[in-house]
Nanobody
Framework: QVRLVESGGGLVQPGGSLRLSCAASGFTSGNYAISWFRQAPGKERERVSCITNGAVTYFANSLNDRFSISRDNAKNTVYLQMNSLKPDDTAIYYC????????????????????WGQGTQVTVSS
C-alpha cells in the first residue's frame, strides 16, 4: 500500500522551530519529487516547499528565509525544517507526491493525481 505519513507537528510559541517528517512506504520516495502544502482553517491549500529526486529545492512566498527542506532516501523520508515560526504558519501540513511522474521533478501535484498524507497540525501561539 502506497502511503505518506506526516509527523512532527505540535504547539510552539512564536519564534520557535519544528521539524516535520514525511515518511513514505510502499514506494521509493527518492525517485520522486515530494511537495509540502499547508491549509489553515477557512483558507485554501497553499504551497510550502518541494524537493525533487535530484534534491533541487523550491519554496513558495519567500519561505526559504525561514524554512528548509531535505531528504534522507535511506529512511524514505523528507523533512521540513521550520524556524522563526509565526502565528500565520498555523495550519495542517501535508506532503504529496505524483507517482505517475517519470521525471521525478514534478512539484505541486494535484490532489486527484497524487498521493497525499493525512497531515500534521502545526499551531503557533503564545
Amino acid at each position: 500500500q502506497v502511503r505518506l505519513v506526516e509527523s512532527g507537528g505540535g504547539l510552539v510559541q512564536p519564534g520557535g522551530s519544528l521539524r516535520l517528517s514525511c515518511a513514505a512506504s510502499g514506494f521509493t520516495s527518492g525517485n520522486y519529487a515530494i511537495s509540502w502544502f499547508r491549509q489553515a482553517p477557512g483558507k485554501e491549500r497553499e504551497r510550502v516547499s518541494c524537493i525533487t529526486n535530484g534534491a533541487v529545492t523550491y519554496f513558495a512566498n519567500s519561505l526559504n528565509d525561514r524554512f528548509s527542506i531535505s531528504r534522507d532516501n535511506a529512511k524514505n523520508t523528507v523533512y521540513l525544517q521550520m524556524n522563526s515560526l509565526k502565528p500565520d504558519d498555523t495550519a495542517i501540513y501535508y506532503c504529496a507526491s505524483d507517482l505517475s511522474d517519470p521525471t521525478g521533478r514534478r512539484c505541486w501535484p494535484r490532489i486527484g493525481s497524487s498521493s497525499w498524507g493525512q497531515g500534521t497540525q502545526v499551531t503557533v501561539s503564545s
